[in-house]
């Protein structure tokens, strides 16, 4: 059975950083795509990032690009989001996908209907 559990929610502060780790079982992780999503109060959930099951890939909603990045430690089974200059309108919950085909990747893992397995989900508050 596939799990997905995230890691490394919080307060913090504007300005502040914080990682996020999803551990994943169940599949050969390193053959899957994988993705980060959020869903703030009365707001429909939202991409934030991807990577593709080749590393070297990665896609970023234009909200986050240049202070989010997401990694992968195929060997820990592991995905990351590192989190840096937060401000509160990233104030959400936020979730980690895994793609429901193995070895395919490409600018379609910003749709959430790439996914078939999501995470519980972990809280960001991010304070003013």
């Known amino acids: 059975q596939v799990q997905l559990v995230e890691s490394g929610g919080g307060l913090v502060q504007a300005g502040g950083s914080l990682r996020l780790s999803c551990a994943a079982s169940?599949?050969?992780?390193?053959?899957?795509?994988m993705g980060w999503f959020r869903q703030a109060p009365g707001k429909e959930r939202e991409f934030v990032a991807a990577?593709?099951?080749?590393?070297?890939?990665?896609y970023y909603a234009d909200s986050v690009k240049g202070r989010f990045t997401i990694s992968r430690d195929n060997a820990k089974t592991t995905l990351y989001l590192q989190m840096n200059s937060l401000n509160p309108e990233d104030t959400a919950v936020y979730y980690c996908?895994?793609?429901?085909?193995?070895?395919?990747?490409?600018?379609?893992?910003?749709?959430?209907?790439?996914?078939?397995?999501w995470g519980q989900g972990t809280q960001v508050t991010v304070s003013s």
């Open positions: 996908a895994q793609s429901g085909q193995a070895n395919h990747g490409g600018s379609y893992l910003r749709g959430s209907d790439a996914y078939d397995r």
């Open positions: 169940g599949r050969t992780f390193n053959k899957y795509s």
């Open positions: 990577i593709s099951y080749i590393s070297s890939i990665t």
